[in-house]
Structures are given as C-alpha cells and as structure tokens.
C-alpha cells in the first residue's frame, strides 16, 4: 500500500519558504497515512502525559506592515534533545502558529473578541498524529489589541477533556499570564487517567485559594474526541448519511464554515462516524489560508474551509469531490451517486434513528447524543462487515490471512454485497484489516462487542424459529 510523504513536513518547509523568500504552497498537497498494520495514529496508554507543549501564539507586524502569527511562549523549554528530536521539535513549532491563525492577515485590533475553540491534527513522518487544542481569545487590557492563542499539543485525542482544560487556561489569563503555569506544570505532572477515570489537581488562584479541579476521560475510547451535536444541528439526517457514504468510501470532502469551532467539530465528528475504521488519507480540520489548494489534491482529502475563501476554493481546479456548506446545511458539490452508495434498507434504518434522535426531547447531554448517533452507525458495521473473523486464516506459525472473496460472498442481500465489495477495496478497510491479521486473539473491544451480541441475537432468532 501506498505510503506518501508527511504533510507534517510540508508545512515546515512551506513555513521556511514563506518566511525567507515569500515563496507559494505550490507543494503542500500530500497523503498523510498510517503504515499498514499500526494501530490508531492517537496512540497513548493510561500515565502517559496529559501533553507535550503548551504555545501561545500571537500577531506580530512584519516589515512590511503585514502581520504574521509568532509564537511568543513555549512551555515547556525541552533542552539536550538529541539531534533528531531537535529536528522534530523545530518542524513542529514552525507549523502549530498557522494553524492557529489559518484566516491569514485579515485582522485589525479589536476591543471585543468572543473567544473560539478549535482543534488542529499534524501528521508526522511515521504516521503519528499530535493534536493541536487552541483557544483564541482576547487578552486583558485596554484599547484595541489582537487576540492570541493558547495552543496545548497533545498525541491524546480526547476533545472535551481539553476543552475543559483550556477553559481553566481562560480564567487564569483574564488574571495573569504568571497563574497559567503553575496550573499546567501540575497538568504535565499528573499522569492521563484510564477510561472512565478521574484525576484531580491542585491549582492556586490568587483571592480565591486553592481549585480543585476534577479532569474525566470518557469511558468510551472512540466518542473522545467528537461532539456529534454539532453535525446534527448543521446537517439533515439525508445529508449526514450522505455525508457518511462519501467518508466510507474515502472521497475527497471540502467542509465550508464561518467558525473555526464549527469546522474543527463537525470534522471530527465525521470521522467518528467511521468507527472501528480510521481515516488514514488527509484530514486538515482547518484549512490555513495560504495552503487553499489543499483541495487540489488528486488523493482523498477531509478538511475544513472558511467561508470568505469559498470563492477561492471554487476557482480551483478540483476534482470530483463533496462541499459541504455548513452555513446553509446544503451540499454546493457532489459527485450525484451519494444517496445510492449505502443498502437501501440499512440506510433506511440509520434514517429513522436519526430522525428520532431529532424529535425525542428526552436526549439532551452531550453524552447521550454521541451515544445513539454512534450506535446506528456501529450497527451499519456490525451488520455490513461484523463478520470478518470467520475469513481469517491462520497458518502455523500464527500469521492470518484474509479470505476476501468468501468474505464477500458470505453476504446474503444483493445490496449489501455491492457495497461491501467496494469498502474492502478502501485504505481503511485494508488497515483495519491488517492489524486483525496480526494477532489470532481478537480485540475484544466495543465494536467486537456488538459484533458478537450481534450475532448470538442471529442464533437465537434461528433457534425460534
């Protein structure tokens, strides 16, 4: 399979040529993907650090009057690193200030800013991805001044746990920059919980004492890093689902926004639809500006666009792809086949669940809402591709093979079939596949779960009957 070079290190040198010769992105367009066989690019285990740095990044005016995002504090300072971790740390901190200012030069000092919250995901050489939590916000002061970013770097993919830490990152800088610190060396200091586990710490306030503060990791792994709320108040049930038969099929999709909170959920939330599949090709939440003809790309792509660079998208020569205007919850282009990708009676089903989870006033946290949108999706998997251990193989010294055409054979509906003889067809699909082949003990997690309370509800409705 087909490993491309790391858009990880494209935007460094992209950087380098911006800030020394003013040169274009001409070269930005690339496949970030796992190598077959690895796990999920967000790799971690309970005690690991909670991050790796925290940024702030703020506008700083160039000679020629212009403004470019600097990074103007870095914690922590990480000294003797040997000389490929010097490489890796200096790629990494010349790409995180354009994904914190993606929208460009547009800005003036303002005197009110309603701070935002949004996410960013890097892809490194080797297929690790570290995840880039910001809040832009206005600093404290008076007269017009620009909004900076707090930027927390993190390979750990858990969207509301951050959120609440970057929440806690807010109070602390409408008092001083001095109270941030003191909170996330204690942060860096405390181990990440295991799932469903709590860690509490300590943190000084001045008038106000000591905070404890309680940080959760939601017992799911794969609802960590997604607030599907977000797409279901932007979307359609019929547009989601179509949404979702592009993704599967890993096709190029443009998501088109105002906010950058917007496009960092909705993506995310997209992508979690997927599972137990990964996305393993481009996945750019938020687009910077000086890299628009990301979506130029001929290999499949998943990345966010703000709306005043529409017209710019548009100009661009692209391929067959979706764009999808959040705005107006519409689709301004399609390939024309997205409703007829998925069964017709799965799809049916997923519609009415959907539609339910819209008229029922009884599901109202966010926890809930990622619980029953999830499920509908999880069962289309089950149900499509559950049955994957029967076609694995294994020979005498423990390595599995797939059975592919038996796999695809075995299944019964004529829809379904044409379906699943196109998925396995997908990068995703093939990875996932792999890492089974891997081992003959079975995973057994949620997804393997349902798989198998799936199948003993086929054996006893056989027994009945």
């Not at 922590?76 to 490489?87: A, F, M, Y």
């Not at 916000?137 to 909004?147: A, H, S, T």
């Not at 920059?177 to 306030?205: H, W």
């Not at 081992?439 to 798989?451: L, P």
């Amino acid at each position: 399979m087909k490993q491309t070079g790391s858009f990880f290190d494209e935007i460094a040198s992209l950087v380098d040529k911006d800030v020394n010769r003013g040169a274009t992105s001409d070269e930005s367009k690339s496949e970030s993907a796992r190598r077959p066989g690895e796990r999920s690019p967000f790799c971690y285990s309970p005690g690991q650090f909670f991050f790796e740095y925290l940024v702030v990044v703020s506008l700083k005016k160039k000679l020629g009057g212009d403004y470019e995002p600097k990074i103007i504090y870095q914690f922590p300072k990480r000294e003797n690193l040997l000389r490929g971790q010097k490489e890796e740390e200096e790629r990494l901190l010349q790409a995180i200030p354009l994904f914190c200012f993606p929208d460009g030069n547009h800005w003036a000092p303002l005197t009110e800013y309603t701070s935002e919250t949004f996410s960013f995901v890097l892809t490194n050489v080797d297929g690790s991805r570290k995840i880039g939590y910001c809040r832009r916000l206005l600093p404290v002061g008076r007269g017009p001044r620009f909004p900076e970013v707090f930027c927390i770097i993190s390979c750990l993919g858990c969207f509301g746990l951050f959120s609440k830490i970057l929440d806690e990152v807010e109070k602390r800088r409408q008092i001083s920059m001095a109270v941030i610190y003191p909170f996330m060396q204690g942060l860096r200091e405390c181990p990440f919980p295991a799932p469903g586990k709590t860690v509490t710490i300590k943190s000084f306030i001045p008038d106000s004492g000591t905070e404890l503060i309680e940080l959760t990791r939601p017992l799911d792994s794969w609802l960590e890093h997604v607030e599907f709320q977000a797409l279901l108040q932007r979307l359609s049930p019929e547009n989601i689902l179509w949404l979702f038969a592009s993704a599967v099929l890993e096709r190029r999709i443009i998501f088109v926004a105002e906010e950058l909170s917007v496009l960092s959920q909705c993506i995310h939330a997209v992508a979690a639809l997927l599972y137990p599949f990964s996305w393993a090709h481009t996945y750019i939440p938020v687009v910077p500006e000086c890299l628009i003809d990301t979506v130029c790309c001929p290999t499949p792509f998943m990345v966010g666009v703000q709306k005043r660079c529409l017209e710019q998208v548009l100009d661009q020569p692209m391929e067959e792809v979706l764009l999808v205007d959040l705005c107006e919850g519409t689709f301004l282009r399609s390939v024309g086949d997205e409703g007829n990708i998925l069964p017709a009676k799965l799809h049916t089903e997923m519609l009415t669940s959907l539609k339910t989870h819209n008229s029922n006033n009884n599901i109202q946290t966010s926890e809930q809402v990622n619980t029953h949108v999830s499920e509908a999706f999880i069962q289309f998997f089950v149900r499509t591709v559950g049955h994957y251990t029967s076609y694995l193989k294994w020979n005498k010294s423990g390595q599995g093979s797939f059975q592919e055409k038996a796999f695809c054979k075995a299944v019964t509906s004529k829809s379904c079939r044409k379906f699943v003889k196109r998925f396995v067809r997908t990068q995703m699909f093939s990875l996932f596949i792999q890492e089974a082949e891997r081992s003959r003990i079975t995973q057994e997690g949620y997804f393997q779960r349902k798989v198998t309370e799936y199948q003993e509800q086929k054996k006893k409705q056989r027994r009945n009957s």
